[in-house]
């Protein structure tokens, strides 16, 4: 099967409303969404959740009231400010809790519990398009590179299971670690870039991290419009650095309306040109297309 990535080097550059459009003429295959710490693509495909599956963080301590002596020797151990006392009675914030366990390791009367922290939940759900895998790291909490490595994982086994042949990946932004799970070992990654400094050096930076990884990089420029002089230095590099130019799109207010409408841009208006862009596009980058829009 082939694995498709979507990035940006930063929230906001049209990265979910260009993979929605994408997964809304694909040929059907399997969509995830990777971006676990603001997920969004569900406003656009609604979903219907079918599967719902707690996602396990690291450990917390939890204090046993009943049998708490209030010695005070967790309070003295704790780096973290996790203790809480009030009123001689001890607490554990658990959001400030690191899980280091020492307050468990010098507590008198064994009364701390080490207990599993559930950092968030992944899903899958139907949607007009096709499956759809996605999460939600709750607030606070830590490990979503590996609720990413969650998600592509449970999307692979979904596409085998229904011999898909395609999943398309909403990345989230940014080059940190649930970029680099959202990026290994996939076939292809499109950066989706803005025409200002910051996105080239986003690009750039974004690029290299693709080469680390051996995958092959193609280039969208999002509101190309709004500078065109950097939207030519952009192209320019990218064809100077042998990436895949994969085309530019305009500024448009469709898809702000198109998302208050709850759909991609392409089913909300399929004649407009950027419908008729993303099409073109999502040809040039060999994806299979359903047959209305071949």
Known sequence: MRQIVILSGKGGTGKTSFTSAIASIMEEGIIADCDVDASDMFLILEPEVISRNDFPGGKVAVINQEDCIACNKCYEVCNFNAVIVKNNEYTINPYACDGCGFCVRVCPTNTIDFIQNIA??????????????????????????????????????????????????????????????????????????????????????????????????????????????????????????????????????????????????VEYDRDAEVSINIIEIAKKAGIKLKGEYL
Not at 161 to 186: N, Q, R, T, W
Not at 224 to 238: A, G
């Open 120 to 265: 968030g939940e992944w899903y899958i759900s139907n949607t007009r398009f096709g499956k759809l895998v996605h999460a939600r790291l709750r607030p606070g909490e830590e490990n979503s590179g590996k609720l990413v490595t969650m998600v592509r994982h449970q999307a692979r086994i979904l596409a085998e299971e229904e011999k898909k042949e395609l999943i398309i990946i909403d990345g989230p932004p940014g080059i940190g670690c649930p970029v680099i799970s959202a990026l290994s070992g996939v076939d292809d990654v499109i950066i989706l870039t803005e025409p200002t400094k910051s996105g080239l050096s986003d690009l750039k930076r974004m690029a290299e991290t693709a080469k680390h990884f051996n995958v092959p990089v193609s280039v969208i420029i999002n509101k190309f419009d709004l500078n065109e002089k950097i939207s030519d230095e952009i192209e320019s590099f990218c064809i100077e650095s042998n990436y895949n130019f994969l085309g530019k799109l305009k500024f448009d207010e469709i898809f702000v309306k198109s998302m208050i409408a709850r759909k991609s841009v």
